[in-house]
């Protein structure tokens, strides 16, 4: 569990022009058609070797991540929330606990959560204000400890380079 019993996970929120919708299977139509739309810049978001989502990404493989990703932030293991502005999917948040495949790893005391966001086509000119918006939101209302966003506040060079610093 990333947060404590006593933490509510919000299922909504707003930030600016932003509104935050716990990722949920009602979203399936809408996410799907950015996440295809936007394959090419997504994957790499997660990491440099990170190839989600597949170029042969159902819309029932969607429903059933969108499954997880509500049972996973309901049980506060990790967090996914849609971006919406008025009534356009701007793209989706993350909060995950920081893993790492290395035996030493010395983010791990450094980080607790991973934060990372992608942005739909349509919002590519926007993706700053959005990811300043999604920072903020995060920040007050989730009991971060010590939250990193790699790949947005490190390039993945210099995040790999953390982890024996």
Same mark, same amino acid.
């Given at each position: 569990?990333?947060?404590?019993?006593?933490?509510? &996970? $919000?299922?909504? /929120?707003?930030? *600016?022009?932003?509104?935050?919708?716990?990722?949920?299977?009602?979203?399936? &139509?809408?996410?799907?058609?950015?996440?295809?739309?936007?394959?090419? #810049?997504?994957? *790499?978001?997660? /990491?440099?070797?990170?190839?989600?989502? $597949?170029?042969?990404? &159902?819309?029932?493989?969607?429903?059933?991540?969108?499954?997880?990703? %509500?049972?996973?932030?309901?049980? #506060?293991?990790?967090?996914?929330?849609?971006?919406?502005?008025? %009534?356009?999917?701007? *793209?989706?948040?993350?909060?995950? $606990?920081?893993?790492? +495949?290395? %035996?030493?790893?010395? +983010?791990?005391? +450094?980080?607790? %959560?991973?934060?990372?966001?992608?942005?739909?086509?349509?919002?590519?000119?926007?993706?700053?204000?959005?990811?300043?918006?999604? #920072?903020?939101?995060?920040?007050?209302?989730?009991?971060? #400890?010590?939250?990193?966003?790699? *790949?947005?506040?490190? /390039?993945?060079?210099?995040?790999?380079?953390?982890?024996?610093?």
């Amino acid at each position: 569990m990333l947060f404590p019993d006593r933490f509510s &996970t $919000p299922r909504t /929120g707003q930030e *600016g022009p932003y509104q935050f919708r716990l990722l949920c299977p009602a979203d399936v &139509t809408a996410d799907h058609k950015a996440v295809m739309a936007a394959a090419e #810049r997504i994957r *790499g978001v997660f /990491g440099p070797d990170n190839h989600w989502p $597949p170029a042969t990404l &159902t819309e029932a493989d969607n429903l059933a991540d969108l499954q997880r990703h %509500e049972q996973d932030s309901l049980n #506060r293991l990790n967090f996914a929330y849609s971006i919406w502005q008025d %009534e356009h999917y701007a *793209g989706c948040a993350y909060i995950k $606990p920081f893993k790492s +495949r290395l %035996e030493i790893d010395a +983010r791990r005391g +450094r980080f607790r %959560e991973l934060c990372y966001l992608w942005v739909s086509n349509d919002f590519v000119t926007q993706e700053e204000a959005i990811y300043q918006h999604t #920072r903020h939101w995060i920040n007050q209302h989730f009991p971060l #400890r010590q939250p990193a966003w790699p *790949g947005r506040e490190w /390039g993945w060079a210099q995040w790999a380079a953390l982890a024996s610093a």
